[in-house]
T-cell receptor, first 114, second 111 residues
């Protein structure tokens, strides 16, 4: 299984600021995703992070609000821009191992916007 | 459609078996997953099953799939207090597809 780390693990941010979340995987992976889990809710896919090209965003999520980078096969960042209290959520990085069907999740970044 | 339904709550006594049920609507689902989320923690992949299988057993966990009825279940034998968590049913169509999650079932184990 892939070991995924995220930084920061949690943060409290002020309205209008931006936060960049980092995701590091211990092995090269084919697919990397970013999910959001709002309080008491299930997981919603924000986007697929594509290596070397622009991320693919799900309906309701836009690049200006959630810019994503993926410079290589083991690392990705998600920025939450111009934050509002509605952005308070857990943000999770997820990967699919090369040649497998198993999808793993990082420990998440718990974001509170005041 | 991408709907996945689960009962939101389940309560069992320690030592009993737990059965968590899930129904989905997308007939193209190929891989079906069960994840566990303990309070304040990330998601742990418990097990998964391919759509061409009926059953998969892994120690205390048994997954049953009725593809005709689009029904998936997770049975936990000899449920322990450490099994108290939220259990998410999820699926994807191909290995490159996104994973669609159900709302989660909160399992409470009574000592």
């Amino acid at each position: 299984s892939a070991v995924i780390s995220q930084k920061p693990s949690r943060d409290i941010c002020q309205r209008g600021t931006s936060l960049t979340i980092q995701c590091q995987v211990d092995s090269q992976v084919t697919m990397m995703f970013w999910y959001r889990q709002q309080p008491g809710q299930s997981l919603t896919l924000i986007a697929t992070a594509n290596q070397g090209s622009e991320a693919t965003y799900e309906s309701g999520f836009v690049i200006d609000k959630f810019p994503i980078s993926r410079p290589n096969l083991t690392f990705s960042t998600l920025t939450v821009s111009n934050m509002s209290p509605e952005d308070s959520s857990i943000y999770l990085c997820s990967v699919v191992g090369t040649g497998t069907y198993e999808q793993y999740f990082g420990p998440g970044t718990r974001l509170t916007v005041t | 459609g991408e709907d996945v339904e689960q009962s939101l709550f389940l309560s069992v006594r320690e030592g009993d078996s737990s059965v968590i049920n899930c129904t989905y609507t997308d007939s193209s689902s190929t891989y079906l997953y069960w994840y566990k989320q303990e309070p304040g923690a990330g998601l742990q992949l418990l097990t998964y099953i391919f759509s061409n299988m009926d059953m998969k057993q892994d120690q205390r966990l048994t997954v049953l799939l009725n593809k005709k009825d689009k029904h998936l279940s997770l049975r936990i034998a000899d449920t322990q207090t450490g099994d108290s968590a939220i259990y998410f049913c999820a699926y994807k169509g191909t290995s490159y597809d996104k994973v669609i999650f159900g709302p989660g079932t909160s399992l409470s184990v009574i000592p």
